[in-house]
């Protein structure tokens, strides 16, 4: 049962005009929740860390000659308690969400039969697929090797800072917005129990399919 549903029976006990009831409600939810929110707040401002407490502790570490428990990849300006190994994942992760914008990793998919030929467009991968991607980027095993192909992490890097240019001018121009044919992406070939499903199969894959992902073009 929501809040306002529990307030609204309490207040039935006592009155019994709807219209009253609503009218309360409308007054009493607004103030329920900035009361949820400044508490959220004060939790949330509770775990984090400040920067002369940070100080302290790292001069008393440096006095005690324990330097293995110091966080050295940490900025000291860092507000959140992180460790050495929490900020690196931190980092790792923020670099991969840029790869999840809608857009720049696609796949081909049949839309229709012409003249015994199958029409395909590129379209936006489903996010199960988009994540299997993103973390085969940064694989430094045999299975990213051949995902990314004879493609370097940097050069999948600078094809991504081209997609967020296209995607920045049409932002800062009304009106106007690049075909999706013509901005920068990735074009993922898909096989799923062996066998090619790309501009093949309208199939919608999920996390758990046994697929296997490829880099089939860097695109534009």
């Not at 502790?57 to 005690?64: D, F, G």
């Not at 049949?110 to 590129?122: F, L, Q």
């Not at 690049?178 to 999920?206: A, M, V």
């Amino acid at each position: 049962m929501t809040w306002s549903r529990e307030v609204a029976f309490i207040f039935l006990q006592v009155l019994c005009d709807p219209e009253i009831i609503r009218y309360l409600l409308s007054i009493s939810k607004p103030i329920h929740n900035n009361f949820i929110f400044e508490e959220a707040r004060l939790f949330h401002e509770s775990l984090r860390m400040t920067r002369e407490k940070r100080w302290a502790l790292t001069k008393e570490l440096s006095k005690q000659r324990k330097f293995h428990e110091m966080n050295n990849r940490v900025p000291i300006t860092c507000t959140l308690p992180f460790n050495n190994i929490e900020w690196r994942s931190s980092c790792e992760l923020l670099k991969s969400i840029r790869y999840l914008q809608y857009g720049f990793i696609r796949k081909k998919y049949p839309v229709r039969e012409y003249e015994g030929r199958t029409i395909c467009e590129d379209i936006d991968l489903e996010l199960p697929l988009k994540i299997k991607c993103i973390n085969l980027i940064f694989n430094d095993d045999i299975k990213g090797g051949d995902f990314r192909g004879y493609l370097s992490r940097a050069e999948i890097r600078e094809h991504l800072d081209d997609f967020e240019i296209y995607e920045d001018w049409d932002n800062s121009i009304e009106g106007e917005e690049t075909p999706p044919q013509e901005t920068p992406y990735l074009l993922i070939e898909i096989w799923c129990d062996g066998i090619l499903r790309s501009g093949y199969s309208k199939r919608i894959f999920n996390f758990r399919d046994n697929t296997d992902l490829y880099i089939d073009e860097l695109m534009n």
